[in-house]
């Protein structure tokens, strides 16, 4: 499984174990972006910040507090799928691509990766 496509209209999977859930083929990516969607629901006003192109902290390494000095840093694929499900957007996520946002906030660009030893890296 490299893309993982799901309609924003998709039913929540409620019924999933945990490992399903999030050590399956798609690597929890699918229910990042479930959770996100939920949160969205439940927090409009982060989900507007989302819309408008926020990196904001979540869960998975990818947010954005303050801008770093090198101008970039690496994020998770799970939280990318945290962030469009916070936005309503379908998921469609390739993991063997590297996929680059740029924070409205910051300025900051984020490379979404699947591979840890990227963002495994602290930043600076």
Known sequence: MTRIHRAA??????SLDTEKRWLGPDKGVIAAWERGRQ???DN?????????????VLP???G?????????KYGTKRYLAMWHGLRG????????????LRCT????????????TKYAVHDA
Not at 9 to 14: A, D, G, K, S
Not at 44 to 56: I, K, N, Q, T, V
Not at 89 to 100: G, M, R, S
């Open 39 to 41: 949160l969205g629901r």
């Open 105 to 116: 906030v910051t300025g900051m660009t984020v490379v979404y990766t699947s591979d840890p």
């Open 64 to 72: 954005v507090e303050r801008a770093l000095k090198s101008g970039q």
């Open 44 to 56: 409009p006003d982060l989900s507007a910040r989302a819309r408008a192109g926020e990196l904001m």
């Open 89 to 100: 957007d379908d998921l469609d996520i390739d993991l063997t691509n590297e996929t680059e």
């Open 9 to 14: 209209t998709t039913p929540i999977r409620e």
């Open 60 to 62: 998975w390494k990818g």
